[in-house]
């Protein structure tokens, strides 16, 4: 089990639905449960991490805001945006948290690079990062030693609602996303990439499709 993940293809699901689905998932795993890697797109939904400080969302609209258990501030999520969620036994896996965002940023940076794009990590603000804008975010729960929540990838989404907060708590910050960087890609092809870059990174030797 400890080299093996099973991958659920892509769901559009609400994201208050999917988080108690990930808690049920990492509050009911034993030490045989294989790992899990869930790829969603989320109707718009602005959601605070457990710390998040309320000056960081300067004029949410009508868009829902969802205080949520991960780490972080606010961030956005919506149609367009590729998610991965990362339910792992870091135990099984020797992980520490650190080594999981690593992991996670450094698969994002090799699908970038797969579209000549280069991008970077930052010890100081968790994500990616292409020319000091940002196009993926990370937020994580660890519980019982083991992770969900995960990453979002902006592909090709509206990025407005970013302007109506303070994106992970930085007044400014510049978001962007793939569409903008390379007009060849497309959504749906980036998932394969990101999944097996995933597997690769986190040293899964098989991925189950289900």
Known sequence: MKNTVIIRPLKKIDYETCWREMQNFTNTRTEETTDEIWLIEHPP?????????????????????????????????????????????????????????????????????????????????????VDQAKICSIGLRIRRGCSYHGLAFNIAMDLEPFSRINPCGYAKLKMTQLSDLSHTAEFKEVIPKLTHYLSKNLGYNTGIQK
Do not use: C, M, W
């Open 45 to 129: 939904v602005f959601t605070q991490g457990q710390n998040g400080k309320p000056e960081h969302l300067l004029n949410p609209g009508n868009i829902p805001v969802i205080k949520v258990d991960r780490g972080g501030q606010v961030t956005y999520h919506g149609p367009g945006q590729l998610v991965a969620y990362t339910l792992i036994d870091l135990k099984r896996k020797k992980f520490n948290i650190r080594q999981l965002v690593t992991l996670l940023e450094q698969s994002v940076i090799d699908v970038l690079s797969d579209y000549q794009i280069q991008a970077e990590a930052r010890r100081d603000a968790p994500g990616i990062y």
